[in-house]
Protein backbone atom coordinates (compact mmCIF):
# COMPACT_ATOMS: atom_id res chain seq x y z
CA UNK A 1 0.00 0.00 0.00
CA UNK A 2 2.78 2.53 0.85
CA UNK A 3 4.46 1.77 -2.44
CA UNK A 4 0.94 2.53 -4.32
CA UNK A 5 0.43 6.21 -2.03
CA UNK A 6 3.97 7.02 -3.10
CA UNK A 7 3.59 6.50 -7.07
CA UNK A 8 -0.12 8.20 -6.63
CA UNK A 9 1.08 11.22 -4.74
CA UNK A 10 4.40 11.83 -6.67
CA UNK A 11 7.05 9.87 -4.57
CA UNK A 12 8.58 10.52 -1.07
CA UNK A 13 7.28 9.18 1.92
CA UNK A 14 3.88 7.63 1.48
CA UNK A 15 1.17 9.99 3.09
CA UNK A 16 -0.37 9.36 6.50
CA UNK A 17 -4.06 8.25 6.14
CA UNK A 18 -4.75 6.39 9.21
CA UNK A 19 -6.41 9.67 9.98
CA UNK A 20 -8.90 10.02 7.51
CA UNK A 21 -12.09 11.32 9.00
CA UNK A 22 -14.86 13.12 8.54
CA UNK A 23 -14.68 17.00 6.94
CA UNK A 24 -16.91 18.87 6.09
CA UNK A 25 -14.62 22.11 6.09
CA UNK A 26 -13.94 25.30 7.91
CA UNK A 27 -16.07 28.21 9.48
CA UNK A 28 -15.74 30.94 7.15
CA UNK A 29 -14.63 34.09 7.84
CA UNK A 30 -17.67 37.04 8.37
CA UNK A 31 -16.12 39.29 6.24
CA UNK A 32 -16.16 37.36 3.18
CA UNK A 33 -19.72 36.04 4.30
CA UNK A 34 -22.40 37.26 1.39
CA UNK A 35 -25.80 38.62 3.06
CA UNK A 36 -28.12 35.87 3.87
CA UNK A 37 -30.80 35.57 1.81
CA UNK A 38 -34.87 33.94 2.59
CA UNK A 39 -36.67 32.46 -0.18
CA UNK A 40 -40.43 31.56 0.32
CA UNK A 41 -41.93 28.42 -0.23
CA UNK A 42 -45.21 27.02 -1.49
CA UNK A 43 -45.26 23.39 -0.16
CA UNK A 44 -47.99 20.55 -1.54
CA UNK A 45 -48.44 17.07 -0.59
CA UNK A 46 -50.33 14.81 -2.40
CA UNK A 47 -51.39 12.43 0.70
CA UNK A 48 -55.04 10.79 -0.47
CA UNK A 49 -57.11 9.36 2.00
CA UNK A 50 -58.03 5.72 1.45
CA UNK A 51 -61.55 5.57 2.45
CA UNK A 52 -61.61 1.75 2.43
CA UNK A 53 -58.93 1.55 4.97
CA UNK A 54 -60.31 3.09 8.22
CA UNK A 55 -59.49 6.74 6.57
CA UNK A 56 -55.54 6.75 7.37
CA UNK A 57 -53.63 8.54 4.23
CA UNK A 58 -52.23 6.48 1.66
CA UNK A 59 -48.73 7.88 3.40
CA UNK A 60 -50.09 6.80 7.48
CA UNK A 61 -51.14 3.14 5.83
CA UNK A 62 -48.00 2.33 4.29
CA UNK A 63 -45.60 4.12 6.99
CA UNK A 64 -43.86 6.44 4.80
CA UNK A 65 -41.99 9.92 6.01
CA UNK A 66 -43.97 12.76 7.50
CA UNK A 67 -43.36 15.21 4.74
CA UNK A 68 -43.21 18.02 7.39
CA UNK A 69 -40.85 16.95 9.24
CA UNK A 70 -38.48 15.90 5.63
CA UNK A 71 -39.32 19.65 5.31
CA UNK A 72 -37.65 21.03 8.00
CA UNK A 73 -34.61 18.17 7.83
CA UNK A 74 -33.81 20.09 4.44
CA UNK A 75 -34.14 23.39 5.05
CA UNK A 76 -32.04 22.60 7.94
CA UNK A 77 -29.47 21.05 5.99
CA UNK A 78 -29.44 23.59 2.81
CA UNK A 79 -28.59 26.25 5.72
CA UNK A 80 -25.87 24.35 6.97
CA UNK A 81 -24.61 23.33 3.61
CA UNK A 82 -24.61 26.81 2.38
CA UNK A 83 -22.83 28.22 5.21
CA UNK A 84 -26.21 29.82 6.60
CA UNK A 85 -27.00 31.91 3.02
CA UNK A 86 -29.88 29.75 1.92
CA UNK A 87 -32.88 30.37 4.13
CA UNK A 88 -36.05 28.65 3.56
CA UNK A 89 -39.24 29.25 4.57
CA UNK A 90 -42.27 27.39 3.82
CA UNK A 91 -45.26 30.42 3.93
CA UNK A 92 -47.99 27.89 3.17
CA UNK A 93 -48.46 24.34 3.56
CA UNK A 94 -51.83 22.65 1.40
CA UNK A 95 -51.91 18.62 2.08
CA UNK A 96 -54.31 17.36 -0.66
CA UNK A 97 -57.00 14.91 -0.53
CA UNK A 98 -56.05 13.07 -4.16
CA UNK A 99 -54.06 12.02 -6.51
CA UNK A 100 -51.95 14.21 -9.42
CA UNK A 101 -53.27 14.44 -12.48
CA UNK A 102 -50.55 12.82 -15.16
CA UNK A 103 -49.95 14.41 -18.57
CA UNK A 104 -52.11 11.98 -20.66
CA UNK A 105 -54.90 13.09 -18.21
CA UNK A 106 -55.26 9.52 -16.29
CA UNK A 107 -56.06 10.15 -12.11
CA UNK A 108 -55.23 7.17 -9.87
CA UNK A 109 -57.84 6.47 -7.64
CA UNK A 110 -57.54 4.40 -4.42
CA UNK A 111 -58.17 1.31 -5.83
CA UNK A 112 -56.26 1.49 -9.05
CA UNK A 113 -53.24 3.12 -7.07
CA UNK A 114 -53.11 -0.31 -4.36
CA UNK A 115 -53.54 -2.60 -6.94
CA UNK A 116 -50.95 -0.94 -8.88
CA UNK A 117 -49.02 -0.91 -5.69
CA UNK A 118 -49.44 -4.45 -5.14
CA UNK A 119 -48.46 -5.80 -8.92
CA UNK A 120 -45.52 -3.06 -9.05
CA UNK A 121 -47.34 -1.93 -12.33
CA UNK A 122 -47.61 1.59 -12.78
CA UNK A 123 -49.23 3.72 -15.21
CA UNK A 124 -46.92 4.85 -18.24
CA UNK A 125 -46.68 7.59 -18.44
CA UNK A 126 -45.65 8.68 -15.19
CA UNK A 127 -44.90 12.23 -15.45
CA UNK A 128 -47.72 14.61 -13.87
CA UNK A 129 -49.38 17.33 -15.74
CA UNK A 130 -47.67 20.13 -14.41
CA UNK A 131 -49.41 22.87 -15.90
CA UNK A 132 -52.60 21.75 -14.57
CA UNK A 133 -50.74 21.69 -10.84
CA UNK A 134 -49.50 25.80 -12.10
CA UNK A 135 -53.28 26.56 -12.55
CA UNK A 136 -54.42 25.00 -9.71
CA UNK A 137 -52.52 26.80 -7.06
CA UNK A 138 -51.74 29.65 -9.02
CA UNK A 139 -48.43 29.54 -8.92
CA UNK A 140 -47.46 32.09 -11.87
CA UNK A 141 -49.89 34.94 -10.16
CA UNK A 142 -48.22 34.00 -6.54
CA UNK A 143 -44.46 34.25 -7.77
CA UNK A 144 -45.13 37.13 -9.93
CA UNK A 145 -46.84 38.61 -6.82
CA UNK A 146 -43.83 37.73 -4.88
CA UNK A 147 -45.52 36.05 -2.53
CA UNK A 148 -43.53 32.80 -3.52
CA UNK A 149 -40.34 32.21 -4.58
CA UNK A 150 -40.69 29.02 -5.49
CA UNK A 151 -42.61 25.36 -4.84
CA UNK A 152 -41.98 21.95 -3.04
CA UNK A 153 -44.09 19.18 -4.21
CA UNK A 154 -44.06 16.31 -1.80
CA UNK A 155 -45.77 12.84 -2.69
CA UNK A 156 -45.91 9.01 -2.78
CA UNK A 157 -43.75 7.21 -4.81
CA UNK A 158 -44.72 7.26 -8.56
CA UNK A 159 -46.40 10.86 -8.27
CA UNK A 160 -45.29 11.54 -11.33
CA UNK A 161 -42.96 14.66 -9.96
CA UNK A 162 -39.76 15.61 -11.64
CA UNK A 163 -36.87 15.79 -8.77
CA UNK A 164 -36.64 19.74 -10.20
CA UNK A 165 -37.85 22.01 -13.30
CA UNK A 166 -37.63 25.12 -13.97
CA UNK A 167 -41.01 27.69 -15.25
CA UNK A 168 -41.19 31.23 -16.42
CA UNK A 169 -39.23 33.42 -18.76
CA UNK A 170 -36.17 32.42 -19.46
CA UNK A 171 -36.43 28.86 -18.26
CA UNK A 172 -33.56 26.46 -18.81
CA UNK A 173 -32.85 22.49 -18.05
CA UNK A 174 -32.93 21.95 -14.56
CA UNK A 175 -32.68 18.17 -14.09
CA UNK A 176 -35.36 18.27 -16.82
CA UNK A 177 -36.94 19.84 -19.91
CA UNK A 178 -38.14 23.88 -19.21
CA UNK A 179 -41.72 24.11 -18.19
CA UNK A 180 -43.19 25.72 -21.23
CA UNK A 181 -46.95 27.32 -21.03
CA UNK A 182 -45.17 29.66 -17.95
CA UNK A 183 -43.53 32.23 -19.88
CA UNK A 184 -45.73 34.65 -18.31
CA UNK A 185 -44.77 34.58 -15.13
CA UNK A 186 -42.38 37.54 -14.03
CA UNK A 187 -39.50 35.75 -13.25
CA UNK A 188 -38.05 32.23 -13.10
CA UNK A 189 -38.92 29.55 -10.18
CA UNK A 190 -38.19 26.33 -9.65
CA UNK A 191 -40.79 23.53 -8.63
CA UNK A 192 -39.20 20.84 -6.46
CA UNK A 193 -40.05 17.58 -6.12
CA UNK A 194 -39.75 15.13 -3.14
CA UNK A 195 -40.77 11.59 -2.28
CA UNK A 196 -42.28 10.62 1.38
CA UNK A 197 -41.04 6.98 0.84
CA UNK A 198 -37.12 8.44 0.70
CA UNK A 199 -35.61 10.64 3.07
CA UNK A 200 -33.38 13.81 3.44
CA UNK A 201 -30.75 12.52 2.08
CA UNK A 202 -32.68 11.65 -0.98
CA UNK A 203 -33.79 15.54 -1.34
CA UNK A 204 -30.61 16.76 -1.36
CA UNK A 205 -29.38 14.78 -4.30
CA UNK A 206 -32.75 16.65 -5.96
CA UNK A 207 -31.11 19.63 -4.72
CA UNK A 208 -27.74 18.52 -6.03
CA UNK A 209 -28.56 17.80 -9.42
CA UNK A 210 -30.22 21.11 -9.29
CA UNK A 211 -26.86 22.73 -8.66
CA UNK A 212 -24.78 20.65 -11.23
CA UNK A 213 -28.06 22.14 -14.22
CA UNK A 214 -27.77 25.54 -12.85
CA UNK A 215 -23.55 25.77 -12.14
CA UNK A 216 -23.42 24.12 -15.97
CA UNK A 217 -25.35 26.84 -17.44
CA UNK A 218 -23.47 29.54 -15.74
CA UNK A 219 -20.36 28.31 -17.03
CA UNK A 220 -21.51 27.45 -20.24
CA UNK A 221 -19.46 29.96 -22.39
CA UNK A 222 -15.97 28.74 -20.64
CA UNK A 223 -13.97 26.66 -21.58
CA UNK A 224 -10.72 24.85 -20.52
CA UNK A 225 -9.65 25.89 -17.08
CA UNK A 226 -12.02 28.91 -16.89
CA UNK A 227 -14.97 26.49 -16.50
CA UNK A 228 -14.27 26.31 -12.96
CA UNK A 229 -17.54 24.27 -12.62
CA UNK A 230 -16.30 21.94 -14.80
CA UNK A 231 -12.71 21.47 -12.35
CA UNK A 232 -14.86 21.15 -9.38
CA UNK A 233 -16.80 17.96 -10.37
CA UNK A 234 -13.49 16.33 -11.69
CA UNK A 235 -12.92 12.88 -9.87
CA UNK A 236 -10.25 10.57 -10.12
CA UNK A 237 -12.19 7.69 -12.59
CA UNK A 238 -13.01 10.26 -15.00
CA UNK A 239 -9.77 12.19 -14.02
CA UNK A 240 -6.81 10.40 -13.32
CA UNK A 241 -5.14 11.74 -10.29
CA UNK A 242 -7.29 15.10 -10.38
CA UNK A 243 -9.98 14.18 -8.66
CA UNK A 244 -11.36 17.81 -7.04
CA UNK A 245 -14.71 17.47 -5.40
CA UNK A 246 -16.85 15.46 -7.65
CA UNK A 247 -20.10 14.98 -8.91
CA UNK A 248 -23.67 14.49 -6.83
CA UNK A 249 -23.10 10.64 -7.40
CA UNK A 250 -19.39 10.43 -8.13
CA UNK A 251 -17.10 11.01 -4.95
CA UNK A 252 -13.60 11.91 -5.81
CA UNK A 253 -12.34 7.65 -5.32
CA UNK A 254 -16.00 6.38 -7.13
CA UNK A 255 -15.63 3.36 -9.47
CA UNK A 256 -19.54 3.97 -10.57
CA UNK A 257 -22.98 5.73 -9.82
CA UNK A 258 -23.95 5.99 -5.80
CA UNK A 259 -20.31 4.10 -5.02
CA UNK A 260 -19.88 6.79 -1.68
CA UNK A 261 -18.40 4.14 0.50
CA UNK A 262 -15.62 3.38 -1.87
CA UNK A 263 -12.45 2.58 0.86
CA UNK A 264 -10.45 3.41 -2.35
CA UNK A 265 -7.61 5.77 -1.35
CA UNK A 266 -6.73 8.50 -4.02
CA UNK A 267 -5.47 11.66 -4.39
CA UNK A 268 -8.24 14.91 -4.23
CA UNK A 269 -7.99 18.97 -4.48
CA UNK A 270 -11.44 18.94 -2.69
CA UNK A 271 -10.23 21.15 0.52
CA UNK A 272 -8.48 24.26 -2.24
CA UNK A 273 -11.99 24.75 -2.68
CA UNK A 274 -13.10 26.25 1.14
CA UNK A 275 -10.52 28.91 0.22
CA UNK A 276 -12.25 30.07 -3.18
CA UNK A 277 -10.83 31.85 -5.08
CA UNK A 278 -7.76 30.70 -4.13
CA UNK A 279 -7.37 27.14 -5.52
CA UNK A 280 -3.38 26.52 -5.13
CA UNK A 281 -2.56 23.48 -2.76
CA UNK A 282 -1.40 19.81 -3.22
CA UNK A 283 -3.31 17.09 -3.33
CA UNK A 284 -4.56 14.85 -0.46
CA UNK A 285 -5.61 11.83 -0.16
CA UNK A 286 -9.37 10.61 0.64
CA UNK A 287 -11.55 7.39 0.62
CA UNK A 288 -14.90 7.49 2.03
CA UNK A 289 -14.00 8.48 5.48
CA UNK A 290 -13.70 12.04 4.81
CA UNK A 291 -17.32 12.24 3.39
CA UNK A 292 -19.20 10.07 5.83
CA UNK A 293 -18.63 6.52 5.34
CA UNK A 294 -20.71 5.98 2.37
CA UNK A 295 -24.07 7.74 3.93
CA UNK A 296 -26.24 9.21 1.07
CA UNK A 297 -27.01 12.45 3.02
CA UNK A 298 -24.00 13.02 4.92
CA UNK A 299 -21.65 12.63 1.25
CA UNK A 300 -24.27 15.31 -0.20
CA UNK A 301 -23.50 17.76 2.71
CA UNK A 302 -20.00 17.50 2.26
CA UNK A 303 -20.34 18.18 -1.51
CA UNK A 304 -22.61 21.35 -1.15
CA UNK A 305 -20.49 22.63 1.52
CA UNK A 306 -17.77 23.05 -0.92
CA UNK A 307 -20.08 25.02 -3.50
CA UNK A 308 -17.96 28.31 -3.42
CA UNK A 309 -19.80 30.78 -0.76
CA UNK A 310 -18.40 33.93 -0.70
CA UNK A 311 -18.25 37.69 -1.48
CA UNK A 312 -16.67 39.38 -4.48
CA UNK A 313 -16.57 37.76 -8.28
CA UNK A 314 -14.32 36.91 -11.02
CA UNK A 315 -14.98 37.90 -15.22
CA UNK A 316 -18.75 38.23 -14.18
CA UNK A 317 -19.41 35.27 -12.23
CA UNK A 318 -20.18 35.43 -8.55
CA UNK A 319 -17.71 33.89 -5.83
CA UNK A 320 -20.90 33.01 -4.32
CA UNK A 321 -22.40 29.70 -6.32
CA UNK A 322 -25.49 29.56 -3.88
CA UNK A 323 -27.12 32.63 -5.39
CA UNK A 324 -27.56 30.96 -8.20
CA UNK A 325 -28.83 27.81 -7.16
CA UNK A 326 -30.88 29.51 -4.50
CA UNK A 327 -32.06 32.43 -7.53
CA UNK A 328 -32.21 30.90 -11.20
CA UNK A 329 -33.14 34.71 -12.15
CA UNK A 330 -29.60 35.40 -11.46
CA UNK A 331 -28.35 33.43 -14.47
CA UNK A 332 -27.32 35.29 -17.26
CA UNK A 333 -29.49 33.72 -20.11
Not at 77 to 95: H, I, K, N, P
Not at 147 to 156: Q, R
Not at 202 to 227: F, P, Q, W
Amino acid sequence: MDDLLRRLFGGGDAPDTAELKPDFGPDPDPATRPEPVTRRVLMITHNPVLKTLRAKTVREHFGWNDANTLAQGYIDDVRYASYDYARYEVVERLEVDAYPLKRDGFRYDENSYLRAWSSRSFHDPDGVDYLALVREFEMIERVSSGEIDEVWLFGHPYGGYWESVMAGPGAFWCNAPPLKGTEGCARRFVIMGFNFERGVGEMLEDLGHRVESIMTKVYEHRRGDANLFERFTRYDRRNPRQAEVGNVHYAPNSQRDYDWGNPRIVPSRHHTWWRFPDLSGEARPVDARVWGGGDIRQHHLWWLRHLPHVTGSSSGIAHNWWQYVIDPNLVDV
